[in-house]
């Protein structure tokens, strides 16, 4: 039998977007070390601030510890890094704590992709589902296609509704309805896409918040009285003189 020498051809590791993950080089060029630094100082946050945060994600580390991090004598171990992006709200830890990485997406994409999120996660039809031993129970719950809104009005059609399932704990006793806001101008307690609940009524009090429909419009507006201008009060008044 004839023997014949083979060659070994190497699986090339993979890469993205063109570029290949070292993780040697990364670690000799502290990438880790200055991101988390770098997160820190555009935070505003201490050392000792930081340290403290940790402590509510199950890391115990002193300002030393931290230090050695930032300056590249250690690394956090994988919790320790993933205790870090939850401290620090970062839900892409690759982009964050990457030195070569690349987005798919610039900055106008990524924004669009947010805003796309954050519209899905409003209709309350994407939450994922409990596991198993979650007890957590659901109702349905009627909600308007159309928004109604916080700025210059839209038009609320009330036999526009469809049946939307959400924790029962989210979802206030009172409520009949709920309503997409469409608009920003009573940020930071509304938000564009929110379902806020409503509780059919015929009155409110002074300073409660209510959805109010006039000339088919509606809008969520903070309830007020006062004198209407003088320039105005002929619209104000009924056929005996009375406001």
């Given at each position: 039998m004839?023997?014949?020498?083979t060659?070994?051809i ?24 200055t ?61 964050a704590?990457?030195?070569?990485h690349?987005?798919?997406l ?29 007890t ?29 399932s ?18 920003n ?35 969520l ?7 209407p201008?003088?320039s ?7 056929s005996?003189?009375?406001?």
């Amino acid at each position: 039998m004839n023997s014949q020498k083979t060659t070994v051809i190497p699986f090339p590791a993979p890469s993205k977007n063109g570029v290949r993950y070292s993780a040697e080089t990364e670690k000799q060029n502290n990438v880790i070390g200055t991101r988390l630094s770098e997160e820190l100082k555009n935070r505003k946050l201490s050392k000792k601030e930081f340290c403290t945060t940790l402590k509510d994600f199950g890391v115990d580390v002193s300002q030393s510890a931290l230090g050695k991090w930032t300056n590249g004598l250690t690394v956090p171990n994988a919790y320790q890094l993933l205790a870090i992006c939850y401290a620090l709200d970062l839900e892409d830890g690759l982009a964050a704590f990457t030195g070569e990485h690349t987005p798919l997406l610039n900055e106008v994409g990524a924004e669009k992709v947010r805003a796309y999120r954050e519209d899905l996660i409003a209709t309350g039809k994407y939450n994922p589902m409990p596991t198993p031993t979650n007890t957590i129970r659901y109702i349905d719950k009627p909600v308007s296609n159309l928004r109604v809104s916080a700025g210059t009005g839209s038009f609320l059609d009330e036999d526009n509704f469809e049946m939307v399932s959400f924790p029962e704990n989210a979802v206030p006793a009172e409520a009949d309805f709920g309503v997409r806001v469409s608009g920003n101008s009573m940020e930071p307690v509304y938000h564009d896409g929110q379902i806020v609940w409503v509780e059919r009524c015929e009155t409110l009090s002074i300073g409660q918040v209510g959805v109010f429909v006039y000339d088919g419009e509606g809008y969520l507006k903070s309830y007020g009285e006062r004198e209407p201008d003088e320039s105005d009060r002929d619209a104000f008044t009924d056929s005996y003189g009375r406001l």
